[in-house]
């Protein structure tokens, strides 16, 4: 699939020491072990919203503040649904509560943003193969990206994590090991896989590659451009590597530069598992890095990152917009997720409900207003961990009633 025109990609530039690069050499972190990030030449970009509104809906109608020159691996990825959710909003006392839905992405998670992005940059670059830890979504996402561009992938999942990422992975033919730790602990193995495989791996891990970031910022274009072209008052986001966080807050930043949006930008909320959370540790103790977090374990599976490489990057978002970060139990979580899918029939993920736990205790505490609008991220479909679901039998010659 060709674009209609290139994208602006100027350079890279390492996120903490403001080092340079070529973007069209391959890279992963800085010389100072920092993230970079993709930057665009946006005052040659003379297109606006109303051309953008014309061309067809899926993430790549950003193609200019995109990194992908020409190249382009796609599956219809973008333009999910951003859903009201009134009951939900009466239950919680926040009327204005609007989810945007990536349940409904190509294999079922948000995690499709990032590869379709990063797998199309790569292949551009002359990558054939590449290694990632992860805690299922993103592995289900990259190797099926990777599969559609011819790429060999190997991939390192807890042991724990969800069978279907893990078969997601492994029917894409991906080299699938699954490794008795955490994320943290794949990460290491990866790492030694990369070193020993004479630069025929690429490291695709979080925040070790540029593009992945540009593939979930078009999270908060979606927002924006969906509302009319500005911006609701809070975005709440389930916050593990923070990845998307990170994006959506580079989005506003580009937006504003570009002329696309005016006004404040929206408080930005990190949600954490109770049994997970650094960032919150962090923020709350107004710190710029957070500590790795002592044995992570929550069902929202997807946010259990110990430490991650991008938190002084999450945290900057946080400080930058007037947002903050909460951390909700387990319970709460799936509680929250049976109370969305009875009261609206949409089944969403642990991290999802998560972000709407968030919400209703935020409410409580006053901090969200009950006239403030507030858009929550669903990152998944709740089909990907039935496991975490309580189903009730009842026998045949039960009486209804």
Known sequence: MRIMSFSHLSHLDCSRCAERYDADEIHNLCVCGSPLLARYDLGSVTVGPADISGRPPTLWRYHEVLPVRE???????????????????????????????????????????????????????????FAMPSNGNASAAWTAYGARAGMRSVVAMPESAPLINRTESAITGSQLYLVRGHIGDCGQMIGALIARSNGELFDASTLKEPYRIEGKKTMGYEIVEQLGWRSPDVIVYPTGGGVGLIGIYKALREMRELGWLTGPLPRLVAVQAGGCAPIVAAFEAGATESTAWPNPKTVAFGITVPKPLGDFLILEALYATNGTAIAVDDTDTLATQALCARLEGTFICPEGAATLAAVRRLRDSGWIKETEEVVVLNTGSGLKYPAEVDVPTLDPGDRLG
Not at 72 to 86: A, F, K
Not at 94 to 121: H, I, N, Q
Request: aromatic fraction near 6%; proline fraction near 8%; hydrophobic fraction near 45%.
């Open 71 to 129: 190249r382009v691996i796609s599956m219809g990825e973008g333009m999910t649904p951003l859903l009201p959710l009134p009951a939900l909003g009466r239950e919680f006392g926040v009327p204005g509560l609007l989810m945007k839905d990536d349940g409904l992405f190509p294999t079922g998670s948000f995690k499709a943003r990032g590869a379709a992005v990063g797998v199309s940059r790569a292949a551009e670059l002359g990558v054939r193969a």
